[in-house]
């Protein structure tokens, strides 16, 4: 049974780019998340997916965007990308209804020159 | 609003027993999580706590809750060299999986 997977491992762009990064929840889960974990921080929430809609937001700006698929994997869209963007980005999946653990990805780090 | 303070760095003797603690502020949490960290990896789900309990024990570690002085504490026991790692406390935020962390503590286990 996989766990939640993330891709890709790394990413290095350069400021003004766009970015899509990428999760596959859990199996048998079917909420993401999705976290910043920037260097000697702890994570900080973006937004949440469920049932491919957007369900809570955090402080982030339009910048960040995301999607989720018919089959629960999503995807976060960073786009006009700042050298502040330069973190590791964490997916978690839960279940919506009794959804007490969240599981984390490996993540995604992201460089931006 | 969410507000997770833990301290920063422990050093601790391998074999001897680590304690993480932690403070929240929002007093509709419903759950409390610790989560390991490993240099480059994600976070592991280590043992959680549901906010009307005051203890939960799994295996070597221990959770304690102090609801009066929202204070959450994490007891390793016979800390092993594997637990060198940064540990983080989170809660649960408005009763949701939205998750709220503070920023680490990191314990560094001395052979």
């Known amino acids: 049974d996989a766990g939640v997977t993330q891709s890709p491992t790394h990413l290095i762009k350069t400021r003004g780019q766009q970015v899509t990064l990428r999760c596959s929840p859990k199996s048998g889960h079917d909420t993401v998340s999705w976290y910043q974990q920037a260097l000697g921080q702890g994570p900080q929430f973006i937004f949440q997916y469920y049932e491919e809609e957007e369900r809570q937001r955090g402080n982030f700006p339009d910048r960040f965007s995301g999607h989720q698929f018919p089959n629960y994997s999503s995807e976060l869209n960073v786009n006009a990308l700042l050298l502040g963007d330069s973190a590791l980005y964490l997916c978690?999946?839960?279940?919506?209804?009794?959804?007490?653990?969240?599981?984390f990805g490996p993540g995604t780090r992201l460089t931006v020159l | 609003g969410e507000d997770v303070e833990q301290s920063l760095f422990l050093s601790v003797r391998e074999g001897d027993s680590s304690v993480i603690n932690c403070t929240y502020t929002d007093s509709s949490s419903t759950y409390l999580y610790w989560y390991k960290q490993e240099p480059g990896a994600g976070l592991q789900l280590l043992t959680y706590?549901?906010?009307?309990?005051d203890m939960k024990q799994d295996q070597r570690l221990t959770v304690l809750l102090n609801k009066k002085d929202k204070h959450l504490s994490l007891r390793i026991a016979d800390t092993q060299t594997g637990d060198s790692a940064i540990y983080f406390c989170?809660?649960?935020?408005?009763?949701?999986?939205?998750?709220?962390f503070g920023k680490g503590n990191q314990v560094v286990v001395i052979p």
């Open positions: 706590i549901f906010s009307n309990m």
């Open positions: 978690a999946s839960s279940l919506w209804d009794g959804g007490d653990e969240q599981f």
């Open positions: 989170a809660e649960a935020y408005y009763g949701n999986n939205r998750l709220a």
